[in-house]
């Protein structure tokens, strides 16, 4: 059974930067489709990102693209989220998730694993 664990939240200002990571231990990471979910106070989870078993296809949410970028790392059992330009908006907490479907996984449900996840706050 894949643990995943995320780091690399913080707080920063409007157009700054933050680089997420997730460590996967546990089952056989290049065989899982990983992604990004947040979710905003008040709010319900948001899908973020995904990121196919073999890194070639990504996927993104329209409010992010242009400004993030998902990338993994099979050998390492890594997966990360660059965060660039960062909104107040974006301010949620970030969780890596992984979907036992394939190649790719684009909504919430499809996720059956997740990480504790990492608070990330944008001041304006």
């Known amino acids: 059974q894949v643990q995943l664990v995320e780091s690399g939240g913080g707080s920063v200002q409007a157009g700054g930067s933050l680089r997420l990571s997730c460590t996967a231990s546990?089952?056989?990471?290049?065989?899982?489709?990983m992604g990004w979910i947040r979710r905003a106070p008040g709010k319900e989870r948001e899908f973020v990102a995904a990121?196919?078993?073999?890194?070639?296809?990504?996927y993104y949410t329209d409010s992010v693209k242009g400004r993030f970028t998902v990338s993994r790392d099979n050998a390492r059992d890594m997966v990360w989220l660059q965060m660039n330009d960062l909104k107040p908006e974006d301010t949620a907490v970030y969780y890596c998730?992984?979907?036992?479907?394939?190649?790719?996984?684009?909504?919430?449900?499809?996720?059956?694993?997740w990480g504790q996840g990492t608070q990330v706050t944008v001041s304006s």
């Open positions: 998730a992984s979907a036992p479907v394939g190649p790719i996984a684009t909504t919430v449900d499809e996720y059956d694993h």
């Open positions: 546990g089952g056989t990471f290049s065989s899982y489709a």
């Open positions: 990121i196919s078993w073999s890194g070639i296809n990504t």
